[in-house]
């Protein structure tokens, strides 16, 4: 039995899988977002912890059997995540988070401070990296930056609380903007132009390797022995791992709080202009690219909370409003409420409603939520497909997997055949356990992270793809027309 822990932005999920890859026992435990000023957003990471604390002694309660017998530990978790340590291990502020888009400033100051960085790291200096976030923690708050003993990401701070060590892997730490990704390993260059240095980060393994044991006293606190924990990864990497997305030309998208469309590679191969970010996978020699959009599903939940429904009712009402011929064509809706990554790379960027008229109902808005979030991840596979990279299987995971009417408008939208793999929607949680299997067994990783049972086939509806692709050129010519707004409005 192997355990799998995701540390995601709007809930902590633990699974529990079996040597035959079955499911036996998950929970799950909901977390918040703090957003203190525009722009921000932040986490306790004590609320991590007791949240893990929490799922753990749920499966205590429902599935002793299966947790005791379990032999190894995976992690995988939200990235880019600042956890500021002090000389005692103790968080010095609230972690900041992936979707928080304060250090755009520091983004240009430390290119200008490191002229090579794009080529050292091979993506392009966002907001939502690591390493300007440093940058503004010592602009901004100088005293606290002067206490910083350690950096660690969001999922590495459980691991340091689980087994006492500092580590983590090349996947999540390629999203720090301080990693060589080439390489697999730290730049001393990028480092120091942020003012730090090693010292400040964790030891890298691979994901798939073992990072340390559990905590003696946490083992007997869980009803485990102190098996090995392994070094995890960023959540898209496990995800991958999880449906078996670990070779050229496999890939998938992930609709979870934000979207993700990723492809793996035998190769390092950087595009940073466009806003494709090329990372480390989680296992040995291999990496990634993805493009990224801040917003998805949470694009949904926020209008659910908005307009007084839920989701399920919304994307109901959605599609049987489509079904009508004679309904008006609906409002445009550019999903930037986080800003946005890929190919923009504007963390400015608002969400936006155009087109409204009195004829246009709930239905509509859901409807154009929809398809808002579908454009955006379309701009991100035309980025993609810039660079070469193409897609010969694309699975989708993640909670907005469990609508086959979004996958419809997905599909159309891409033009691209979109494969649903029976238990996607536990995505990173279960590749995380493939991990701790792997750390503790030491297979062969092409046996172990195989392809998930295919659920349905969603295909594109070819009138709705030629619809989408007059709608997709105003979406574009909108969010251009709005940028310069963005920015005075953050202002």
């Known amino acids: ?113 490191e ?15 690591t390493a300007p976030k440093l940058l503004w923690v010592a602009e901004h708050e100088p005293e606290l930056f002067a206490q910083v003993v350690h950096v660690l990401l969001p999922k590495d701070y459980l691991r340091y609380r689980m087994t006492g060590e500092l580590v983590s ?65 960023g959540d898209n990497a496990a995800a991958a791992v999880g449906v078996g997305a670990i070779a050229r030309g496999q890939g998938f998208l992930s609709l979870g709080t934000s979207g993700v469309l990723f492809a793996a590679s035998d190769a390092c191969q950087p595009d940073p202009d466009n806003g494709v970010h090329t990372f480390c996978h989680a296992l040995p020699d291999t990496w990634h690219q993805m493009a990224v959009h801040l917003s998805a599903a949470s694009c949904l939940t926020w209008i659910a909370q908005v307009t007084g429904g ?40 608002k969400g936006v409603f155009f087109g409204l008229t009195p004829s246009h109902d709930r239905a509509a808005l859901a409807q154009a939520v929809l398809e808002g979030v579908a454009f955006a991840i379309a701009e991100g596979r035309d980025a993609l497909a810039a660079t070469g990279t193409s897609f010969e299987t694309t699975q989708v995971v993640g909670g907005g997997a469990r609508s086959r009417y979004w996958g419809r408008i997905l599909a159309a939208a891409l033009d691209l055949p979109l494969t649903y793999p029976l238990g996607g929607e536990l995505g990173p949680a279960y590749g995380a356990a493939r991990l701790g299997r792997l750390a503790e067994s030491g297979e062969d990783p092409a046996a172990v992270c195989t392809a998930l049972p295919v659920e349905e086939t969603v295909r ?27 920015r005075q409005v953050s202002d």
């Open 1 to 113: 039995m192997y355990l799998g822990i995701d540390l995601g932005t709007s809930a902590l999920k633990a699974v529990l899988v079996d040597v035959e890859g079955r499911v036996c026992g998950q929970a799950s435990r909901p977390l918040e977002v703090s957003r203190p000023r525009p722009l921000w957003s932040e986490q306790d990471p004590e609320a991590w912890w007791q949240a893990c604390q929490g799922a753990i002694a749920d499966l205590q309660a429902r599935h002793p059997e299966a947790l005791a017998a379990v032999r190894g530990i995976g992690l995988s978790g939200q990235m880019h995540g600042a956890v500021l340590l002090d000389a005692r291990g103790q968080p010095l502020r609230p972690a900041i988070l992936w979707n928080d888009g304060r250090s755009g400033p520091q983004c240009a100051e430390l290119e200008r401070r």
């Open 115 to 129: 002229p090579e960085a794009r080529t050292i790291t091979g993506n392009l200096a966002m907001a939502g990296f």
């Open 169 to 233: 892997d090349p996947s999540d730490s390629a999203g720090t903007y301080w990693l060589d990704v080439a390489r697999r390993g730290w730049s001393d260059r990028m480092l120091a132009a942020t003012g730090l240095s090693r010292r400040h980060m964790p030891e890298l393994v691979e994901g798939s390797e073992p990072s340390g044991r559990l905590d003696a006293d946490i083992a007997r606190q869980w009803g485990l022995p102190p098996v090995p924990v392994a070094g995890g990864g």
């Open 310 to 349: 839920d989701e399920a009712t919304l994307l109901a009402e959605a599609e049987r409003a489509s079904a009508d011929a004679d309904r008006p064509e609906g409002p445009l809706f550019l999903p930037y409420l986080s800003g946005e990554r890929t190919p923009h790379n504007d963390p400015h960027a």
């Open 460 to 486: 594109p509806d070819p009138a709705l793809t030629v619809r989408y692709r007059a709608r997709r050129a105003r979406f574009a010519e909108l969010y251009q027309t709005l940028r310069p707004l963005f």
